[in-house]
Nanobody, 121 residues
Framework: QVQVVESGGGLVQAGGSLRLSCVASGSIFSINDMYWYRQAPGKQRMLVAVISSSGSTNYADSVKGRFTISRDNAKNTVYLQMNSLKPEDTAVYYC???????????????WGQGTQVTVSS
């Protein structure tokens, strides 16, 4: 089994910063892409940022220049540094990892339970 656990959410004023962490644990050979998604109340889940195993990154236009995704492959961990936060960043943030459990096998996708980020105006 593989577990994905996010942490670091909370309440912050507009203009502030938060750093989210996500750790994947369990039966893991390697992790391919790692993602951060978010879902605001009444809205669909949307992609925020993605990072490949080699460190290539991509961001949603709404967070470019404010958010930075990074990862520590040795720790099976992905981070999301969020700066200049806005009220519209308020959402539950989810980590998504594409995991190879056994060498040469197919990759499987795993989701965390989410962490709440609330930005007050």
């Amino acid at each position: 089994q593989v577990q994905v656990v996010e942490s670091g959410g909370g309440l912050v004023q507009a203009g502030g910063s938060l750093r989210l962490s996500c750790v994947a644990s369990g039966s893991i050979f390697s992790i391919n892409d790692m993602y951060w998604y978010r879902q605001a109340p009444g809205k669909q889940r949307m992609l925020v940022a993605v990072i490949s195993s080699s460190g290539s990154t991509n961001y949603a236009d709404s967070v470019k220049g404010r958010f930075t995704i990074s990862r520590d492959n040795a720790k099976n961990t992905v981070y999301l540094q969020m700066n200049s936060l806005k009220p519209e960043d308020t959402a539950v943030y989810y980590c998504h990892a594409v995991v190879v459990r056994v060498k040469g096998s197919s990759a499987w996708a795993y989701w965390g339970q989410g962490t709440q980020v609330t930005v007050s105006s």
